[in-house]
């Protein structure tokens, strides 16, 4: 029998193409060898996203993102959180059992403590409870189906360690009932770097978008910076953001003979543009016209969400029934 594996993401920003070579793909992946779960984290997104039709936008843009780069619906369940009711019956019982200082304790409480701490304001100023109570929801949504193994990266690793202590003082009260999961840590990806150089993040606006329209990547891509040698001159592969780019996405080859171009001169950076435009646009397009119909038929997304919901509350609602039982509710 295959291993469970489970993983949430939030819907807070239009995925790029370092989201898609980071982390789609490698989820993706595993939907090989594991029995795969994925959902979109939305009541978590809910910490920073206050807007409306922002929020719906990126459920939508999510959804078809992942739909569009090859997950297949029918071999792995996908679905949205907020369609669980489950999941936040078993945050309220978990909170019953989480110790406030184990959230004292999370990083990104703290950091926002110490921030307002060095700034000689109360500690807790525009703290809310639901950026405190984090790591209960997230937890409820591992518990609550009963998985092995929660692929993640380096930074959700404090989460699974909560998650693993709140099942364990359960467990030790009522009955072995919830499964502790097994992180699994994502290797560090290298790197991506975005048109500056730096990682590539929407939080560094420096991203190249996954599924934009040609024009707009084509104008992306030409804002990739460089230094300013002639086309002439001798170029430094291993310092460029535009060949590192490039070689995530051309043949072994290709990126050989285009350091060989570096190194001896004649190589202009505008060649190199429009070739990187044309790999990426090749590699994104039947990807980018499946996102296209999905978001233009939204009604399409909503099944699929809904088809999702349906199996993953037949997991949820009988885990729910058996902790009832163990607690004296039913
Ligand atoms: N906190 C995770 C993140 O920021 C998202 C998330 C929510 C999640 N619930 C989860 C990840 C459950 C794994 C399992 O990336």
Redesign the pocket.
């Known amino acids: 029998m295959k291993k469970i594996s489970?993983?949430?993401?939030?819907p807070t920003g239009k995925p790029h193409i370092g989201n898609y070579l980071g982390a789609i793909k490698p989820a993706l992946e595993l939907t090989k060898t594991h029995d795969a779960r994925y959902f979109i984290?939305d009541y978590?997104a809910l910490t920073s996203v206050r807007d409306k039709k922002l929020m719906k936008e990126q459920i939508y843009g999510l959804a078809a993102t992942w739909l569009a780069s090859g997950l297949d619906p029918e071999k792995v369940i996908f679905y949205r959180?907020s369609d669980i009711p489950e999941v936040f019956e078993l945050t309220w019982i978990l909170s019953c059992m989480t110790p406030k200082g184990l959230l004292n304790r999370a990083h990104a409480y703290k950091a926002s403590v110490d921030t307002n701490t060095e700034s000689g304001i109360d500690p807790d100023s525009g703290i809310d409870c639901g950026l405190f109570n984090?790591p209960i929801?997230?937890a409820a949504?591992?518990l609550a189906f009963s998985c092995h193994v929660?692929p993640?990266?380096q930074?959700?690793k404090q989460?699974l360690e909560i998650t693993r202590d709140i099942a364990q003082s359960f467990n030790q009260t009522f009955g072995k009932i919830l499964t502790l999961p097994e992180p699994m840590i994502q290797e560090e990806v290298k790197t991506i770097p975005g048109i500056d150089g730096r990682k590539m993040s929407k939080s560094y606006k420096n991203e190249i978008p996954l599924y934009a329209s040609p024009k707009q990547l084509k104008k992306r891509i030409n804002q990739i910076v460089t230094d300013s040698r002639e086309v002439s001159e001798s170029k430094d592969p291993d310092n460029c953001n535009l060949f590192s780019i490039y070689s995530y996405f051309a043949a072994n080859e290709a990126v050989a003979e285009k350091r060989k171009r570096y190194l001896a001169g004649g190589l202009g950076y505008g060649e190199m543009k429009s070739e990187l435009f044309e790999l990426i646009d090749t590699f994104v397009s039947e990807g980018r016209a499946r996102y296209d119909e999905l978001m233009a038929d939204r009604q399409q997304i909503d099944q699929v969400l809904a088809d999702g919901a349906v199996k993953a509350r037949a997991i949820a609602t009988p885990l729910l029934t058996r902790v009832r039982e163990a607690i004296g509710m039913q």
Request: glycine share 10%.
């Open positions: 489970l993983t949430g993401i939030k984290a978590h959180q984090y929801l997230m949504d591992i929660v993640v990266g930074d959700q989460h």
